[in-house]
């Protein structure tokens, strides 16, 4: 694509792909496009976000992936009030603008195979957001923010996440949870509160314990496995002990304590203040 002269032309345009084209920078005259709705500039040669597309004030899906985007400058995204759909996917971000805050209505976000070693706290806001990809980044925890979302479907592959944070374990509607190639260990018990789970993939994981639970087939299963045991571990409501001594050696008195648990250090205190002689065990 040489020139984008002839769009900028047609007012009425609502849906503009423009994929694979090797274009480095869009021009300024795509702001007259003030029916777009649909924006794709996936796999060109973009190194950045221009103020162009804050124009663009009715896009509700913008796909920017696989371009040399390393940074978005305060102010990106801001006029977006109505997007539902971005794609940021395999470019070079570490951060998003304060800006990005005001794309309240986005319900699907894909930002794999960039730099993030951190949530950006701008999703706080994001109510609707119910699929996220953020796989394929630096990512060692999720903060306890995360826990009050309502994502239906989130991919965590290709992190460096050492256990399952308990936020994850919070989110009531999550239906979909992939964390393949971490670097996690163990399974918590909690993720038996997911309730709508359906696909939970670990491949490629050192999990420890059967192989079921470093598949990516067996959701339900997992999940069942854990149940059982944590049902195995459940704390004993009752215990049975056996106290041993020489005669006189102060083993009732060790039973009493017991009973009406009081330690033995507060009876050995209570003993010494009133002048009686201490009986060792």
Known sequence: LRS????????????????????????????????????????????????????LSKISRLNLSLNRISMCPNGSFASFADITSLSLENNGLSSLPLSFAKCVQLQHLNIAGNKFKHWPRQLMEFQFLNFLNFSGNL????????????????????????????????????????????????????????????KLKLSGNPVEGPEILRSDDYALDILEYLRTTMDI??????????????????????????????????????LCVKGTKDTEL
């Open 4 to 55: 984008m002269a002839v769009f900028s032309s047609l007012p009425s345009l609502t849906a503009l792909y423009l994929s694979k084209n090797r274009i480095s920078n869009i021009p300024y005259d795509i702001s007259n496009l003030v029916n777009l709705q649909i924006l794709s500039v996936k796999d060109n040669l973009i190194p950045g976000i221009p103020s162009t597309i804050n124009k």
């Open 233 to 270: 571990v459940k704390p004993l409501n009752r215990t049975t002990m056996m106290v041993l001594g020489a005669p006189k050696s102060g083993k009732t008195r060790v039973i009493n304590l017991l009973k009406s648990h009081k330690s033995w250090v507060e009876e050995k205190q209570a």
């Open 139 to 198: 990512l060692t925890d999720v903060p306890h923010w995360v826990g009050q979302m309502k994502i239906k479907h989130l991919n965590l592959a290709k992190n460096l996440l050492a256990s399952i944070p308990h936020p994850i374990s919070q989110l009531a509607e999550l239906e979909e949870l992939i964390l393949q190639d971490n670097r996690i260990t163990e399974l918590p018990f909690t993720l038996v509160l997911l309730s709508n789970l359906t």
